[in-house]
């Protein structure tokens, strides 16, 4: 990708504007590793961490977590947030693409779509790739993405409203749906403050929809454990509903052996 969205330029307003339901899935992670990683070390990994918010969560209730993210101001927001942790926490600054880490961990997640800003399949397989090697065994890799229905999908406005610390921010982000061929989704944000727009930010994410995610990850070694929607309800890949995370593992033999 050339440069990184205006949208992760500003760590304080984006974690702001991103706080509203971070315990809730933090929370959902913890219970995900429990069930379906229950021999796996406590060790978290999240690829393109932001301001480390879903870390801090993880870093409560006793994980040992690790984090790492393209934007140096990122990393340093996270770092700040982090540094009470001390020796339990290290956040980097990598990208998906080529990061590739010293340890191996019980759980690595990748939310929100973040996997979709690697706007190529090199890149996105590099990405799933380098997070199958960095399971230790029996972990698994929690993989957050909204999939397309191509000819389907809308052009969709969602308006947040978000206050902190005497802030309140309204938050618009519209989002262009992909076509079949070009594989891209506009995202479009707008954030306002007391009536003066304080940024406006735009980038495409690579589409997929569920054939596609699934033979991408079984490209990458991964194997689909288990699905849930975003509320934490059991879901089906292919199915009706469409913002899903995907538990992964590591498949048995294939693509390792052949080099991967
Ligand atoms: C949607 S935010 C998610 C941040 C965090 N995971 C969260 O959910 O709050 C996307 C993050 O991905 C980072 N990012 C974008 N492209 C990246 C890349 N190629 N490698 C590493 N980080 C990247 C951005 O800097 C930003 O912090």
Request: aromatic share 8%; net charge positive; hydrophobic share 40%.
């Amino acid at each position: 990708m050339s440069g990184l969205p205006r949208f992760y330029a500003d760590p304080a307003l984006y974690d702001a504007l991103h706080a509203d339901g971070t315990a809730d899935e933090v929370w959902l992670l913890d219970l995900l590793a429990r069930r379906h990683a229950p021999n796996a070390p406590k060790t978290a990994l999240e690829p393109a961490c932001g301001t480390g918010r879903y870390l801090a969560g993880l870093l409560r209730r006793g994980w040992t977590a690790h984090g790492y993210d393209l934007s140096a101001a990122m990393v340093d927001f996270a770092r700040r947030r982090l540094a009470r942790f001390g020796a339990r926490v290290r956040v980097e600054r990598g990208a998906m693409e080529t990061f590739r880490p010293r340890e191996r961990f019980g759980l690595i997640f990748n939310l929100l779509s973040t996997f979709r800003h690697l706007t190529s399949d090199r890149a996105a397989l590099a990405h799933l790739r380098l997070m199958r090697r960095a399971l230790a065994p029996g972990g698994v890799f929690i993989l957050g993405l909204d999939l397309a229905l191509y000819g389907a999908d809308e052009p969709d406005e969602e308006t947040w409203t978000a206050r902190r610390g005497g802030r309140t921010l309204t938050h618009v982000m519209m989002t262009l749906p992909p076509d079949a061929r070009r594989r891209r989704e506009r995202v479009i944000n707008f954030v306002h403050e007391r009536g003066r727009r304080v940024l406006e930010s735009a980038y495409d994410l690579r589409a997929y929809d569920a054939a596609q995610i699934s033979a991408l990850t079984r490209r990458a070694g991964l194997r689909l454990e288990a699905c849930y929607g975003y509320d934490g309800r059991p879901a089906r890949l292919g199915g009706p509903e469409r913002a899903l995370w995907l538990v992964l593992a590591e498949a048995t033999g294939g693509p390792r052996r052949r080099g991967a």
